[in-house]
């Protein structure tokens, strides 16, 4: 257990470092996505899929006070959807059918994939950005060569799973954090 924790706290007190850039540029697009009336879809699998919908409910609801509500899906949500399209196409495009179907241009995707390799996740932003969309990805170090290929790349320097998805879950919160700063700011 210590050695878990231990290993955790590394990565969080080096996060400003490793991350930092990356979730400051990946704030400014959402917040000016959101509140400029556009949409952040969020989508990834297993954890990343809890993760998704958890930060889209941060912008529909709320962070941290209360505020006008924000514009965001977390495409892992329809079982309808998602079974429909599993059915009659395969798991690869079940997110970027719905890109396809939802998104315009200047809204904002945010995929997540903590090895960096899931079909769908890449499949959904190589479809936003055809629309138009700002793409932003989260992994952990094993998607770090596939990072460069999105206006945003947050890579969590660590190959440990747990330890990646509490990173992005940090992420996350400050995206919503920032969003609900420049709001306020904005007035």
Not at 142 to 150: Q, T
Request: proline residues 2%.
């Amino acid at each position: 257990m210590r050695a878990y924790f231990e290993g955790l706290a590394a990565l969080a007190s080096g996060a400003e470092a490793s991350i930092g850039a990356g979730v400051a540029k990946a704030s400014r697009l959402v917040a000016d996505a959101a509140l400029s009336g556009r949409t952040t879809f969020a989508f990834g699998n297993g954890g990343s899929a809890t993760q998704a919908q958890h930060f889209a409910a941060e912008l529909v609801v709320r962070y941290k006070d209360d505020r006008p509500a924000l514009p965001a899906v977390a495409l892992v949500s329809d079982v309808a959807i998602l079974t429909a399209c599993t059915n009659d196409y395969d798991y690869s495009v079940v997110f970027s059918r719905q890109i396809e179907a939802l998104a315009k241009r200047g809204d904002v995707a945010v995929g997540l994939t903590t090895s960096g390799k899931s079909p769908n996740v890449l499949k959904a932003l190589a479809a936003a950005r055809a629309r138009g969309l700002s793409t932003i990805f989260l992994t952990g170090e094993r998607g770090r060569g596939e990072a460069a290929n999105w206006d945003v790349g947050i890579v969590v320097p660590s190959a440990e799973t747990a330890h990646v998805q509490e990173l992005h879950l940090a992420a996350l919160h400050l995206i919503c954090r920032f969003v609900d700063e420049e709001r306020a700011r904005r007035g």
